[in-house]
């Protein structure tokens, strides 16, 4: 495996700002308000920036806008407040299907709310985190960073959650397979392939993962090369041929994990 090319993970100081805002406010949000920028522009929603105007979508949200998802089963891996559950629910329409996990009771809570304010009936929330072990962690969730939280060792923090694998959710539940995951889990995506890798082989489901400096990237890499999976950056628009071959000028990298390509 070839070695993991140094990442500098710098912030402008307008992204900075930006950032040191949107953590400033996000508390003092509770208003309901239809979406004017984003993936979710023109759904319900509680929380969050949305209703400013004007934000240009991210290459990852580029992406996702140009595909046609209608019919799909969708698993939202790291939920958050549902932006992306809204986006997938509409998407793929009333024949499709949404799966959304999420671990933290609050976060759940404004998730099920957004959820319902624009009746989608056909998304599932499951409360747990997604792992390589059925049990339980705790999750530690950084101050005025909601959607940053992530598993750490049971009673290590007051938070616990149900961590299960995604191999047991859907032999257990009767799931559908999914079609298309999107996985966001702050550092926790290689236990989390892991523990679905059954299904991987199986169904051979498209991935976008959000990879994070707390990412074992090439570790991840090797995982899924070895399930016969290609990654694309979305930020470099580059297809990897190792895994020091990500772009350098970004704090998180977008990868498409694409099967037998």
Known sequence: MAPMASVK???VPRQALRAALARWLRPHLHFTYTARSGLARGLRRRGGL???PGRPLTPEERWLAAQDWRG?????VGAWE???TLFFA???GEAGRVIACEPNPLTVARLRENV???GFDHVHLLTLALGECDGRAGLAVPKGVAAMGHLVAEGASPVGVAVRRLDSLLAELRLPDPDFIKLDVEGGELSVVRGGEGVLRRVRPRLLVEVHATTPWPALWDFLSDLGYAMYALEAQQWLGAPGTVTENSATWHILALPGC
């Open 72 to 76: 799909q089963v969708i698993y939202d």
């Open 9 to 11: 993970f710098l912030l």
């Open 50 to 52: 949305g209703f400013l």
């Open 116 to 118: 319902a304010l624009n």
């Open 82 to 84: 549902g932006v992306f």
């Open 90 to 92: 509409r998407a793929v």
